[in-house]
T-cell receptor, first 111, second 116 residues
Framework: SQQGEEDPQALSIQEGENATMNCSYK?????LQWYRQNSGRGLVHLIL?????REKHSGRLRVTLDTSKKSSSLLITASRAADTASYFC???????????FGQGTRLTINP | DTEVTQTPKHLVMGMTNKKSLKCEQH?????MYWYKQKAKKPPELMFV???????INESVPSRFSPECPNSSLLNLHLHALQPEDSALYLC???????????????FGPGTRLTVT
């Protein structure tokens, strides 16, 4: 299975702190995506990192990719209450026509 | 317009009812998806349409019947559902099929379905 595994499953931090969540996957990929889902809503695409990239930034988000370890991390800096959400990584096998989502990390930012 | 819309937002149906979920996008995307999501779980792919043709059916029971009337619309027809089918049903679209994860997917807000 290509399914990503994320850890931690749940993370609770204080507003202003940084949050790091990790994703591991099993087979070779060309791209890895991260999505956010606010409670009971649709997913929102955050960032895509290609296999030849090691790090990518978007605002307060920093994503890293280590293809040798088949893992990626998402760092959210200076967290805000509005960052409270579930975060999913998503990958597609080479030749696959679908994305497979990891189990997700539920992030809670406490005021 | 980068929005995917879904109707209805909430649906309660009995096990003998027939209902439909609707999804619409006007981004010119050629791939559209139905996902099912249970609480605290990731979205689970059900169907993929590419250029209005069914591309993937993830062995979904026949009580779920997808339809793609045109490139902007996607329906999911529901009939004789079971209580365990209660979930959030998400529609998504992308410029093309994932092709090794290259294209991002745009999700609608979902339909919260309760089967009684």
């Amino acid at each position: 299975s290509q399914q990503g595994e994320e850890d931690p499953q749940a993370l609770s931090i204080q507003e202003g702190e940084n949050a790091t969540m990790n994703c591991s996957y099993k087979t070779s990929i060309n791209n890895l995506q991260w999505y956010r889902q606010n409670s009971g809503r649709g997913l929102v695409h955050l960032i895509l990192i290609r296999s030849n990239e090691r790090e990518k930034h978007s605002g307060r988000l920093r994503v890293t990719l280590d293809t040798s370890k088949k893992s990626s991390s998402l760092l959210i800096t200076a967290s805000r209450a509005a960052d409270t959400a579930s975060y999913f990584c998503a990958t597609a096998n080479q030749g696959a026509q679908k994305l497979v989502f990891g189990q997700g990390t539920r992030l809670t930012i406490n005021p | 317009d980068t929005e995917v819309t879904q109707t209805p937002k909430h649906l309660v149906m009995g096990m003998t009812n027939k209902k439909s979920l609707k999804c619409e996008q006007h981004m010119g995307h050629r791939a559209m998806y139905w996902y099912k999501q249970k609480a605290k779980k990731p979205p689970e792919l059900m169907f993929v349409y590419s250029y209005e043709k069914l591309s993937i059916n993830e062995s979904v029971p026949s009580r779920f019947s997808p339809e793609c009337p045109n490139s902007s619309l996607l329906n999911l027809h529901l009939h004789a559902l079971q209580p365990e089918d209660s979930a959030l049903y998400l529609c998504a679209s992308s410029q093309d099929l994932p092709r090794q994860g290259y294209y991002e997917q745009y999700f609608g807000p979902g339909t919260r379905l309760t089967v009684t």
